[in-house]
């Protein structure tokens, strides 16, 4: 694997009993690239993303995150971080309680001041105390992608990210990936919110069928130029 990359994946394939979910997909991502991944439901891109989380292991081919297999050992797994429409927090805990117990689980040093780096960027200071039950959707999206990017992981995963959202909120989303992004950080991003999508991505990768249909670099073109390419090689 070349050290510039921090995805790889080589002729992966991923059964379910007779059905094929993903079929030789070849895919490698080098280091601060934002990927947006398209498909049709049922394309197999929850799948394909399974497979990077290392939720779920390949039944032929191999998947690469950081060097390693992310399904194998507690080192690989921490190089990844995830954000979906789930945001997989404690309600009845507060905002700092929920980052000190993901700090807990990655074993990071000096967590309280890398937890006060992270709510502050949130937006969250004011309300750090607060349970997180009673924050809006847009809140917890914001402490989700916190959490999310807590331990700095080599590799962000966004499984439909603005579900749920609504203008205001999902514009602070885009804001704080845009950031992230800045940063040098590598992204996936799973979305059908074209709109905010337009703005991220630097790379298009389309699935059709659970193959790889469309791979090229995307240089940031309109909402109806990327709708169009993508009805295109939806076939």
């Not at 032929?60 to 954000?83: F, I, K, Q």
């Not at 929920?98 to 967590?111: E, S």
């Not at 699935?207 to 076939?235: C, F, I, K, M, N």
């Amino acid at each position: 694997m070349n050290p510039d990359e921090v995805l790889c994946l080589e002729q992966v394939e991923k059964d379910f009993g007779n059905f094929t979910a993903l079929a030789q997909v070849n895919l490698r991502v080098s280091r601060g690239t934002f990927v947006l991944l398209l498909g049709a439901n049922g394309a197999g891109k929850s799948t394909l993303l399974r497979l990077l989380a290392g939720l779920s292991k390949p039944t032929r081919g191999r998947v690469l995150v950081a060097g390693a297999e992310p399904n194998y050992t507690p080192a690989a797994r921490s190089a990844v971080g995830l954000l979906s429409h789930s945001t997989l927090l404690y309600d009845d805990l507060s905002a700092r309680e929920n980052l000190r117990f993901t700090a807990r689980l990655y074993g990071l040093a000096a967590p309280e001041k890398r937890i006060d780096q992270a709510l502050d960027a949130a937006g969250l200071g004011e309300r750090q105390h607060h349970r997180v039950r009673t924050f809006s959707r847009g809140m917890k999206q914001r402490l989700a992608l916190a959490r999310a990017t807590l331990h700095r992981p080599s590799l962000l995963l966004f499984d439909e990210p603005y579900t749920g959202l609504d203008q205001r909120a999902s514009a602070a989303l885009s804001q704080q990936l845009i950031q992230l992004k800045e940063r040098g950080s590598t992204s996936v991003l799973v979305t059908h919110n074209l709109e905010e999508a337009v703005h991220l991505a630097d790379r298009l990768v389309i699935l059709r069928r659970g193959r790889v249909g469309y791979d090229a670099p995307w240089s940031g073109g309109s909402t109806a130029e990327l709708g169009s390419l993508y009805e295109q090689h939806l076939g």
